[in-house]
């Protein structure tokens, strides 16, 4: 079945920091791609997502690109911010857009 | 006003009792979902529906029920609860023409003793 797995956290990092958290994916057919973010106390919100390979996704900053020859989704920033602090899941969804699978979350604390 | 309600917001109970998770919503979804989140483990899906008449089953339903009262509610039911369904539950909607990006409420928190 399709899976996703994504680096253990927490990621530590300082403010304006370079960020990425890696996820990889298992997947039949062509599946759509993406990153949700909760903030604490709070439940998901969509992120950023991308439906082909090598469509890149951006939102608030952050980035990812779809890449099929290595089955990956990773998140990037250039430089992290104090508010950032969440947990970052990807999640792909399969061909027929039935449902979503997630991946275990990357928890991220960023420091003033 | 929030577009996907859930009640209650945090619910202590007993072993053995019964306890039903509310979900609302007012976008107009017709598919809806029921997570839990376990720390270390992400969110695993419970039970989904695509519309009023369209219930299935998730990757770990045992233990729990549903019903989809109308397009905009959709609710969780432990018939008889045990501790380790002690977890942060989220109920999520989805427009398919959107490329299924799904709307989370902000979660119950259950504790069963």
């Known amino acids: 079945g399709d899976s996703v797995t994504q680096m253990e956290g927490p990621v530590t990092l300082s403010e304006e920091a370079f960020l990425t958290i890696n996820c990889t994916y298992t997947a039949t057919g062509y599946p759509s791609l993406f990153w949700y973010v909760q903030y604490p106390g709070e439940g998901l919100q969509l992120l950023l997502k991308a439906t082909k390979a090598d469509d890149k996704g951006s939102n608030k900053g952050f980035e990812a690109t779809y890449r099929k020859e290595t089955t990956s989704f990773h998140l990037e920033k250039g430089s992290v911010q104090v508010s950032d602090s969440a947990v970052y899941f990807c999640a792909l969804s399969d061909t027929g857009y039935s449902t979503l699978t997630f991946g275990k979350g990357t928890m991220l604390l960023v420091s003033p | 006003d929030a577009d996907v309600t859930q009640t209650p917001r945090n619910r202590i109970t007993k072993t053995g009792k019964r306890i039903m998770l509310e979900c609302s ?31 299935n089953k998730g990757e770990i339903s045992d233990g729990y029920s549903v019903s989809r009262q109308a397009q905009a509610k959709f609710s ?30 902000p979660g119950t928190r259950l504790t069963v003793l």
């Open chain 2, 76 to 105: 969780l039911s432990l018939e008889s609860a045990i501790p380790n369904q002690t977890a942060l539950y989220f109920c999520a909607t989805s427009d398919p023409v959107i490329l299924n990006e799904q709307f989370f409420g």
């Open chain 2, 25 to 55: 919503q007012t976008k107009g979804h017709d598919r809806m979902y029921w997570y839990r989140q376990d720390p270390g483990l992400g969110l695993r899906l419970i039970y989904y529906s695509f519309d009023v008449k369209d219930i």
